[in-house]
């Protein structure tokens, strides 16, 4: 049975599909790049964690954040181990330092509090598993839909025409093969989603 017909692939939730991401394009769009869903605040591990930003959101857990060696499958879904293999993964060609809208696509939305996107540190290692030493500690842009209000005061997901709009945001400065890592966090539970673009920076 293809990976995609299994009965217990719902729900389905979301990824990146522009620019895409390792897990759209392995699984061409289908389950399980839609669940890789973890626990949220990366990089840090600890469950329980309340969101400094909006006290009120539920905090991180019950689901680990993902641990090393398992980020790009977020940690949780045996199908998806496939993505944290140290292979010659399809690269995505971005200009160094542009403005570029980031399209997320969903199964199943979720009332969204941010979007965090983290790049690899220059000199990082190509041929170790990704891990949170090969990343910058800090995300490098942040996208609020809906700033800091309370997640009972946000729009219906089902019904709230930004979650379904690209955002744009500001690469980072670097030159060459490096990965970056977008994270959606979600207001009203404990988890978040992940995904990794393989990209190839140039001037």
Do not use: C
Not at 1 to 17: F, K, Y
Not at 81 to 104: H, I, M, T, Y
Not at 106 to 134: C, I
């Amino acid at each position: 049975m293809a990976i995609e017909d299994r009965a217990d692939a719902a729900p389905r939730h979301g990824r990146m599909s522009n620019p895409r991401s390792r897990a759209d394009i392995e699984f061409d769009g289908g389950w399980p790049a839609d669940g890789l869903e973890g626990g949220k605040f990366f990089p840090a591990t600890e469950i329980g964690l309340s969101d400094p930003d909006a006290p009120s959101d539920s905090p991180s857990g019950p689901k680990p954040v993902p641990p090393d060696g398992r980020i790009a499958s977020g940690g949780s879904e045996p199908d998806a181990a496939v993505l944290d293999e140290v292979r010659d993964w399809p690269k995505v060609d971005l200009r160094s330092g542009a403005e570029v809208p980031f399209q997320w696509s969903f199964g199943m939305k979720h009332k969204a509090r941010r979007y965090n996107y983290f790049v690899t540190k220059e000199g990082w290692d190509p041929a170790a598993p990704l891990s949170r030493a090969q990343f910058e500690p800090a995300p490098f842009a942040t996208y609020k839909p809906h700033g800091d209000i309370p997640f009972w005061q946000m729009p219906d997901p089902s019904k709230d025409p930004d979650l379904g709009r690209p955002h744009t945001i500001q690469l980072p400065e670097r030159s060459g093969y490096h990965v970056i890592l977008g994270v959606w966090e979600v207001a009203d539970t404990g988890h978040a989603f992940y995904q990794v673009v393989d990209v190839n920076f140039t001037p």
